[in-house]
Every structure is written in structure tokens, then in C-alpha cells.
């Protein structure tokens, strides 16, 4: 029996001892900003639903499992697996895509800047 996580966090995978396997990803996870809600509906699809207007976006990243998603102060960013690129976007224009060497495990946003967080590093320490 054993359970096992994706290098990056989006999928599972747990083995039974009958010889039995389970894979899961991460679905239905939402997001919120102001009158924008960011909704992961499937590991490739995203909603942007705008409740002020009443409108709803659908963002199809046809090859790309989305792995961090991240919005606040008007943009939208996403990273996805396959390319290791993401998305930055106003929300209601078009997207500019930028090509990483890395996969990015959080993402914080400022109004004018935003942090991306990538391969952390453990530390150990003895004290004595």
C-alpha cells in the first residue's frame, strides 16, 4: 500500500494491496476577487464568472493540466504542466503567455507586482 503525490500537487495516485489503484486530481477549486470568481471546473478548464455582469468565461487549456492558478487586482494568472508557461491576463482582455523553467507551487499577488514560488528548499538545524 502506498499514496503518492504529482511533483506538482495536482494528482494523486494511492495503490491497495489487493492490487488496486486510485488517481485523483484537484477539481472545484474557486477563487475569488472583488466581483470576479475564478473556478478550476476540470484540471483543463477554468470558469471566470464576472457576478456583477452576470458573465461567464470558459478558458480551455486543451493540452495544459493548470497547476497553480492565481487572481486579485484585475489579472487572472495561471500556470499550466505541459509548457511550463502561464498565463497573465486583465481579466475580460486577452492573455499573454510566458515560458518558465520551473514549476511554481504559490503565487502572490500585489497590486503592481506578484511572487511566484518555485522548488522549495528544506532546511535542517540542530540546535545545541
Known amino acids: ?3 503518492a503525490w504529482a511533483s506538482d500537487s495536482t494528482q494523486l495516485i494511492a495503490a491497495g494491496g489487493n492490487g488496486a489503484t486510485v488517481f485523483a486530481q484537484i477539481t472545484d ?5 472583488n466581483k470576479i470568481e475564478v473556478k478550476l471546473v476540470d484540471p483543463r478548464k477554468i470558469h471566470v464568472h464576472d457576478v456583477m455582469n452576470e458573465t461567464l468565461e470558459e478558458i480551455d487549456f486543451a493540452r495544459d493540466r493548470v497547476i497553480e492558478m492565481s487572481v486579485g487586482y484585475g489579472y487572472m494568472i495561471v500556470y499550466t504542466a505541459t509548457h511550463d508557461s502561464y498565463t497573465a491576463r486583465r481579466i475580460g482582455t486577452l492573455s499573454h503567455i510566458f515560458d518558465l523553467q520551473t514549476t511554481v507551487i504559490l503565487i ?13 528548499v528544506e532546511y535542517n538545524c540542530t540546535l545545541k
Do not use: G, K
Request: proline share 5%; no cysteine; aromatic share 10%.
Open 1 to 3: 500500500m502506498d499514496i
Open 108 to 120: 502572490v499577488q500585489s497590486q503592481q507586482r506578484y511572487l511566484t514560488v518555485d522548488n522549495p
Open 29 to 33: 477549486r474557486i477563487l475569488t476577487w
